[in-house]
């Protein structure tokens, strides 16, 4: 066993389900791999299990936007029982990839990869073991006897010679379970399970807010179908003043799924790694926003949508995104919701991608992965511009959501107000909530709820809220930051409030959240050395240095990272 190379997996979701994949397909021998896993069951993590979703909840992806595993959706789907596609009203006959599933169904889906993996691995002769119920409190890096200690549930104790961080999504509480009415997220869903003859209020409008209305929804009111087809809602009697209210910073509604010709996010346009390193190299060490956008984005259309091209050749990134929000932001955002509705419907009839979206699409995960190379400059440009723009359009919200939130809305059940970049919600002395913002006609607003649900998704946790000691005592860490390109606008920052720092050279840096990582999502040191025992692959964690992940996707590209930088050239790695 001594020659064996302990590997551990922390967590045991999508991200450790497609490292294991890796491992399992890289035919390296003397493995010995350990997974730990908080839960009962591998490959669903939150998001595809009972502590991220109902029945009702259903995937923003469909089989054919999935990375490979060992079978496709469309495959696995006729092995399923009866009575499970019976409960998901799902006939085997008329499904295929193009088609989203319930999420509770796609975690199944998921789980049994994970299995068919360790049978692979059985039948190979790789020695692994999984642990249930085993959640990792501290994780303790000792260079000296190049070992790193993993402690399960604060007692055991595992030594293994390398970990891959895969802990997954992290939903901390702040109020909840102190203020009545109060929930900083909507996870695990059964808890609004509730019901509410009153408005409640909604923060976000994304898809986590998506999954706040599809279960308040249903516990509030039903949904049927008229004559026509069209799905109506109608509260129940003793919700009869149930509402919903979302607030959003931008009063945007998330846009609707459509057909996207590349379903893997990948497009042979785009810069190649070399081509990015060079620049990187040509440009004083950083990354420029603006090439990412000019050559990710607006070259790739001069060929195949010149007319597009021709409206935003001569476009700066700011220019493009105020014209892009702009429209949208003048239109009602339900009616918005409808045009788009119609737009999606005949992009998925005819096969025919809505480019420009889809293209944003692309253009966030290109650029999420070289993200920590960008000056801090850039990085606040980013977040401010483009970042909300994408964060709406690439949401693809299924249809049936759509279905469902304009039938709530025509019901008087549902509604959306903008509070602008100032809207700040408090608890209430009793329970609830009131939000403050100025309204569009600048009018200072303070309205009180019985009920409040945090939807803005999965925050990007700040170095601070790392949950292992252990990494942060003893250095084996430290806070993301990039560079500012130049010294008076660090000084500009660090006066506006931001969390800016300088060194003994006279450099200012811009702290981002999360923990420092390098190009193969190695922990970085407080002295800027990488380390090769620990990896980092838990999103909440990197957010500062990963602004944008992409889901499965994400899953399957920091994997592959992963797995060459532990084995260095001694493993070929399948795209």
């Given at each position: 066993m001594k020659n064996k190379k302990h590997i551990a997996i922390l967590g045991g979701g999508p991200s450790a389900l497609f490292m294991f994949k890796r491992l399992v397909e890289s035919k390296i021998t003397g493995l010995s791999i350990n997974i730990f896993e908080r839960g009962d069951r591998?490959?669903?993590?939150?998001?595809?299990?009972?502590?991220?979703?109902?029945?009702?909840?259903?995937?923003?992806?469909?089989?054919?936007?999935?990375?490979?595993?060992v079978t496709s959706v469309a495959d696995w789907i006729n092995t399923v029982p009866k009575d499970t596609l019976d409960k998901f009203h799902l006939d085997p006959s008329k499904f295929n990839d193009y088609?989203?599933?319930?999420?509770?169904?796609?975690?199944?889906?998921l789980s049994d990869q994970f299995a068919m993996l360790q049978q692979q691995a059985k039948n190979e002769g790789i020695d692994f073991e999984v642990h249930y119920n085993s959640t990792v409190t501290n994780i303790t890096d000792f260079a000296e006897k190049e070992i790193v200690q993993v402690e399960i549930n604060y007692e055991n104790k595992f030594e293994f010679d390398q970990v891959v961080v895969c802990t997954g999504h992290n939903w901390p509480k702040k109020y909840e379970g102190k203020v009545k009415g109060w929930f900083d997220s909507p996870y695990p869903p059964d808890k609004l399970g509730l019901k509410a003859n009153h408005a409640v209020a909604v923060r976000g409008s994304s898809l986590t807010a998506v999954d706040a209305i599809r279960t308040l929804g249903r516990h509030n009111g039903a949904f049927s179908k008229n004559d026509s087809g069209k799905t109506t809602y109608t509260t129940?009697?003793?919700?009869?003043?149930?509402?919903?209210?979302?607030h959003s910073r931008n009063g945007l509604l998330p846009a609707v799924r459509f057909h996207l010709e590349d379903s893997h996010l990948s497009n042979s346009s785009l810069l190649t790694e070399d081509e990015i390193t060079e620049h990187i190299k040509q440009n004083g060490g950083f990354l420029s926003l603006d090439f990412i956008f000019e050559k990710d984005f607006k070259a790739i259309f001069e060929d195949k949508d010149p007319e597009f091209y021709a409206h935003i050749k001569d476009m700066r990134m700011e220019d493009f995104v105020d014209e892009v929000m702009q429209q949208r932001e003048n239109a009602d955002p339900f009616e918005l919701m409808k045009e788009e509705y119609a737009e999606a419907e005949r992009s998925i009839k005819q096969r025919k991608s809505v480019y420009w979206k889809e293209m944003l699409g692309v253009l966030s995960f290109a650029m999420?992965?070289?993200?920590?190379?960008?000056?801090?400059?850039?990085?606040?440009?980013?977040?401010?511009?483009?970042?909300?723009?994408?964060?709406?359009?690439?949401?693809?919200?299924?249809?049936?959501?759509?279905?469902?939130?304009?039938?709530?809305?025509?019901?008087?059940?549902?509604?959306?107000?903008?509070?602008?970049?100032?809207?700040?919600?408090?608890?209430?002395?009793?329970?609830g909530a009131t939000y403050k913002y100025t309204d569009e006609t600048g009018k200072q607003q303070s309205v009180k709820f019985d009920t409040y649900v945090d939807s803005v998704g999965q925050p990007h946790l700040p170095f601070e809220e790392i949950p292992y000691p252990g990494l942060i005592d003893k250095r084996t860490i430290t806070p993301a930051k990039l560079k500012f390109k130049d010294a008076p606008e660090g000084l500009k920052a660090m006066e506006a409030?931001?969390?800016?720092?300088?060194?003994?050279?006279?450099?200012?840096?811009?702290?981002?959240?999360?923990?420092?990582?390098?190009?193969?999502?190695?922990?970085?040191?407080?002295?800027?050395?990488?380390?090769?025992?620990?990896?980092?692959?838990?999103?909440?964690y990197i957010g500062g240095f990963n602004p944008d992940y992409s889901g499965l996707d994400f899953c399957e590209a920091a994997s592959a990272r992963i797995i060459t930088s532990m084995f260095d050239e001694d493993v070929v790695v399948k795209e």
């Open positions: 591998l490959g669903s993590g939150m998001p595809y299990s009972k502590y991220g979703a109902n029945d009702e909840h259903i995937t923003n992806v469909s089989g054919n936007e999935i990375p490979e595993l088609k989203v599933l319930p999420r509770l169904l796609f975690g199944q889906y129940y009697p003793e919700s009869s003043e149930f509402k919903i209210i979302l999420n992965y070289p993200a920590k190379h960008f000056s801090a400059e850039d990085m606040l440009r980013l977040q401010k511009t483009l970042l909300p723009l994408i964060s709406v359009v690439i949401a693809y919200i299924p249809q049936s959501s759509c279905d469902e939130m304009l039938a709530m809305h025509a019901a008087g059940a549902l509604e959306l107000i903008s509070v602008g970049e100032d809207g700040e919600v408090e608890p209430g002395e009793i329970g409030g931001q969390k800016v720092t300088t060194d003994t050279s006279g450099d200012y840096y811009l702290q981002v959240s999360g923990v420092a990582i390098n190009d193969n999502f190695q922990v970085v040191d407080t002295y800027g050395a990488l380390n090769d025992r620990i990896y980092m692959m838990a999103v909440p």
